[in-house]
């Protein structure tokens, strides 16, 4: 991609653009169903899934298991259990995402990671992984009203990095992250390794795609 303008700060999605984190969905999945006495799923149904907030995703999985939705409030109670358990344990911080962060904040700009995750998992996920420090901020699905791709999480996240939409790149790495982006008015990137729910990242309106996270170059 061409170089960018430089932002005055960052936001960058976790799952699936920090962190490689479908091994620990794949146990955590796995077990709420087993102990529901339900099927298996996959990892390509997975990866298919992830992105859109935990609630999303423990409906889809029990969709696909052949549940009914009245089991939803007892899933949602034992696949919490088990990712916390699980957190981090099947993870992997993707190549380039290290040096990336370090290259962002020798720059002087100021970092948000912006998940649909649940905070209470995002934030023991970076700290184990070693990422928590790169952050000044670290905003979770469940910290505001809505998710991504609504507006709202990118607009508060650029309130508490004190800089205008338009001044603040989000990373992603779904069209979820895009539309957002678009939305309220800020610079996208998007990379090209990540959970798309089966769309080529190519198609979505972003304003460039990248390999790496240390790929990004500003003018």
Known sequence: MRPLPRPRA????????????????????????????LPAVDRAFIERSVGKGSEHLIAATLSQAGAGPGLQPRAWDRYQRHYLRINGSAAAVYPGVVEGL???RALG???????????????PLLQRLGLEGYFAHVFGGDDFPRKKPDPLPLLETCKALGTAPAATLMVGDSGNDAQAARAAGCPVVLVDYGYNHGRPVGAEDADGVIGRLDALAFD
């Not at 100021?110 to 998940?115: D, G, I, K, M, N």
């Open 10 to 37: 960052v936001m960058i999605d976790l799952d699936g653009t920090l962190v490689d984190t479908l091994g620990d969905f794949d146990l955590a999945l796995n077990a709420m169903l087993a102990d529901l006495g």
């Open 102 to 104: 370090q290259r962002l």
């Open 109 to 123: 700009l100021p970092l948000a990671c912006l998940t649909n995750k649940p905070a209470a998992f995002a934030r």
